[in-house]
């Protein structure tokens, strides 16, 4: 059974913008807060963001802070990242799972963005 499934990656130019969605199963959805994480080509995964399970807190890594947003809809189960103000560095494959890195790794989506 997939856990967790991305999608809305894509090339863009810097300073433009994506919308990252995360479907989750309904059981990782109401038992755990839900975060985004990113892998650059030759570097290890690191954490981006996350959104706690009710009255909806979020946490974001420096790096993306003021840029990237963080969301969830409980009613469909549902994790966005509205990425804004990209830059090349943010290139990278992005996941999404539990906040604490303890699920399974869904395929993950590809963002690339260009100079």
């Known amino acids: 059974q997939v856990q967790v499934a991305e999608s809305g990656g894509g090339l863009v130019q810097a300073g433009g913008s994506l919308r990252l969605s995360c479907a989750a199963s309904?059981?990782?959805?109401?038992?755990?807060?839900i975060g985004w994480f990113r892998q650059a080509p030759g570097k290890e995964r690191e954490w981006v963001a996350q959104?706690?399970?009710?009255?909806?807190?979020?946490f974001y890594a420096d790096s993306v802070k003021g840029r990237f947003t963080i969301s969830r809809d409980n009613a469909k189960n549902m994790v966005y990242l509205q990425m804004n103000s990209l830059k090349p560095e943010d290139t990278a494959t992005y996941y999404c799972?539990?906040?604490?890195?303890?699920?399974?790794w869904g395929q993950g989506t590809q963002v690339t963005v260009s100079s």
């Open positions: 309904e059981r990782i959805f109401n038992n755990y807060a």
């Open positions: 959104v706690s399970r009710f009255a909806p807190t979020t």
């Open positions: 799972q539990r906040a604490t890195a303890s699920g399974p």
